[in-house]
């Protein structure tokens, strides 16, 4: 009797285990990338315990990370250093929902502390039209922009963001610190596809301001992911495995230069 009762609890849990695999391939995942705002520091980035990006240069973008849909803890520290005891770590959780596309951004606050934020990517404008989303991850408490000599954004806080519909084609941009005259950067040439999402990070410190831009809809591809790390831990390492995915395109403008990565980012197998 006991070896009955036995078997039937195991053929009951396999068949719960089963469901719930089923289930969990089933699920789209969510595809994230990884900026890097923090000026002259390379940085590693972890989800959980597991090592997702490695040396992560000021400026740039990561390829995208498959993340299955819930919550992670993402944690960014300078390139070698110890995750839980780095002198300039920064952790944040972060939470994703199924099919969609994030870029979590590390920066510094106008307090100059390690911060991470989260920017949700949109990746489609209107007929005819060019969507900029501009990002505030400079150490400035906010600032203002102009586009073509018109301003068009103010007082856009620190890890914030604004999306702004424009015309198809190159504009001129400025940016000042809220309510001042004096540009910080610019003034600097952007392009925004027709029908596209550019991502504008504007990034850095008081004497050495920069700004990166992202199409974001080369960080959409959800499709291409054949797995993805689970929700609220990180994997052992050798469950990983590389897979190829093209990287977003980047553009360098204000005197910094931003180097597209081409490694492939690593994702549960």
């Not at 695999?21 to 969510?30: D, F, G, K, L, N």
């Not at 969609?100 to 590390?106: D, I, L, P």
């Not at 960080?219 to 992911?225: D, E, F, G, P």
Request: hydrophobic fraction near 40%; aromatic fraction near 4%; charged fraction near 15%.
């Amino acid at each position: 009797m006991r070896t009955r009762t036995i078997t039937g609890v195991l053929v009951g849990s396999c068949a719960v285990a089963l469901s719930a695999s089923v289930a969990a391939a089933a699920e789209t995942p969510a595809t994230v990338s990884v900026f890097g705002g923090l000026p002259d520091i390379v940085s590693d980035v972890y989800v959980g315990e597991q090592q997702v990006v490695s040396e992560l240069a000021p400026g740039e973008v990561s390829p995208p990370i498959a993340l299955k849909p819930g919550e992670h803890i993402v944690t960014v520290v300078p390139t070698g250093s110890s995750r839980q005891n780095a002198a300039d770590r920064a952790t944040q959780t972060i939470s994703v929902q199924a099919g969609t596309s994030t870029t979590v951004s590390v920066f510094l606050d106008p307090a100059g502390t390690e911060s991470i934020t989260q920017f949700a990517n949109s990746t489609r404008a209107a007929e005819g039209k060019a969507v900029l989303d501009v990002r505030h991850v400079a150490q400035s408490a906010a600032i203002d922009l102009k586009l073509n000599d018109k301003p068009v954004l103010n007082n856009l806080r620190s890890g914030q963001s604004s999306e702004l519909t424009v015309a198809p084609g190159g504009s001129s941009l400025v940016v000042t610190e809220a309510g001042s005259a004096s540009p910080m950067i610019g003034p600097l040439g952007v392009k925004a596809p027709a029908g596209g999402v550019t991502a504008v990070y504007v990034w850095g410190e008081p004497g050495s301001w920069h700004v990166t831009t992202q199409d974001l809809a080369a960080v959409q591809s959800t499709s291409a992911v054949p797995t993805s790390i689970p929700a609220g831990e990180g994997a052992d390492a050798g469950r990983w495995a590389a897979w190829g995915l093209a990287a977003a395109g980047l553009t360098a403008i204000g005197g910094s230069l931003t180097l597209v990565r081409r490694s492939s980012p690593v994702v549960t197998g």
